[in-house]
């Protein structure tokens, strides 16, 4: 279900102090996330909607791109030149349904970026897309990757978003995107004003992503991304819950 921030009615400010209650960090369960019931998803909602409507822009053209359940994401067309446009993809998994789409839908130049998937086949890379094992940090370094899918322990490269941009020539971003189970959290939080892309459409996690954080997402550090977006001016056209449960949810941005 898609809630289009405009249309939610503001709600009082009392998510900070129940933060600990519903996500607490003692919890180091892989993975955890309120029960289900009415009082959670109550609360939760009102995390997303409060957000939403005090960062709320509108947009005239929006799109989806790629599929409906999880890996697709709303796209906000009103400044995008087609056939020339660049999009980052952080995090792929070998999914390139997203590329694919944005390739068909868009025309854009594809440049996705994982370095949690292990040696990369030519083969498994589809035309159009250019594949990178590299992840976005806040500095050039290798590091100890965390992964799910076998690789976790070993080392990975990462680069910072202006760093990459210059390797590749690119003076700007039109869309970045991103599902890479909270590290989009350092991925925002060393975001520059040169280098911020124009728009960007990612997925949150409040709760303990693959057991990698051993615990849930706190209230600062909520707080602080929504901060830093706003600080460099972007604004919220669109938000979504996903399939995979109450602690996700994908968000669309744009200066």
């Given at each position: 279900m898609i809630f289009m921030c405009g249309k939610i009615r503001p709600w009082a400010n009392e998510v900070e102090t129940q933060w600990e209650a519903f996500l607490p960090s003692t919890e180091s369960t892989p993975n955890?996330?309120?029960?289900?019931?009415?009082?959670?998803r109550h609360w939760i909602n009102k995390l997303y909607s409060s957000t939403a409507i005090r960062l709320y822009s509108a947009c005239r053209q929006l799109i989806r791109v790629g599929s409906d359940g999880d890996g697709g994401k709303l796209v906000c067309t009103d400044n995008i030149n087609k056939e020339n446009?660049?999009?980052?993809?952080?995090?792929s998994r070998l999914d390139f349904s997203f590329e694919i789409a944005s390739i068909k839908e868009l025309g854009c130049e594809l440049h996705t970026f994982d370095c949690t998937v292990?040696?990369?086949k030519g083969s498994d890379i589809p035309d159009g897309v250019h594949f990178y094992p590299w992840c976005v940090g806040?500095?050039?370094?290798?590091k100890v990757i965390s992964s799910d899918l076998g690789h976790t322990g070993e080392m990975g490269q990462y680069y910072?978003?202006?760093?990459?941009?210059?390797k590749l020539g690119h003076e700007r971003i039109d869309i970045l995107k991103m599902d890479i189970e909270r590290h989009e959290?350092?991925?925002?939080?060393?975001?520059?004003?040169r280098s911020?892309?124009?728009?960007?459409?990612f997925e949150t996690h409040l709760h303990n992503a693959y057991g990698l954080w051993n615990r849930p997402m706190t209230h600062k550090e909520w707080d602080n991304m929504w901060k830093k977006l706003a600080k460099l001016g972007y604004r919220i056209f669109s938000f979504e819950t996903t399939?995979?449960?109450l602690c996700c949810s994908e968000w669309s941005i744009k200066m």
């Amino acid at each position: 279900m898609i809630f289009m921030c405009g249309k939610i009615r503001p709600w009082a400010n009392e998510v900070e102090t129940q933060w600990e209650a519903f996500l607490p960090s003692t919890e180091s369960t892989p993975n955890y996330c309120p029960k289900n019931d009415q009082i959670a998803r109550h609360w939760i909602n009102k995390l997303y909607s409060s957000t939403a409507i005090r960062l709320y822009s509108a947009c005239r053209q929006l799109i989806r791109v790629g599929s409906d359940g999880d890996g697709g994401k709303l796209v906000c067309t009103d400044n995008i030149n087609k056939e020339n446009c660049v999009i980052y993809s952080l995090g792929s998994r070998l999914d390139f349904s997203f590329e694919i789409a944005s390739i068909k839908e868009l025309g854009c130049e594809l440049h996705t970026f994982d370095c949690t998937v292990g040696e990369v086949k030519g083969s498994d890379i589809p035309d159009g897309v250019h594949f990178y094992p590299w992840c976005v940090g806040g500095k050039s370094e290798r590091k100890v990757i965390s992964s799910d899918l076998g690789h976790t322990g070993e080392m990975g490269q990462y680069y910072p978003i202006h760093e990459i941009m210059r390797k590749l020539g690119h003076e700007r971003i039109d869309i970045l995107k991103m599902d890479i189970e909270r590290h989009e959290l350092a991925v925002i939080r060393n975001l520059k004003r040169r280098s911020a892309p124009s728009q960007v459409v990612f997925e949150t996690h409040l709760h303990n992503a693959y057991g990698l954080w051993n615990r849930p997402m706190t209230h600062k550090e909520w707080d602080n991304m929504w901060k830093k977006l706003a600080k460099l001016g972007y604004r919220i056209f669109s938000f979504e819950t996903t399939p995979t449960g109450l602690c996700c949810s994908e968000w669309s941005i744009k200066m």
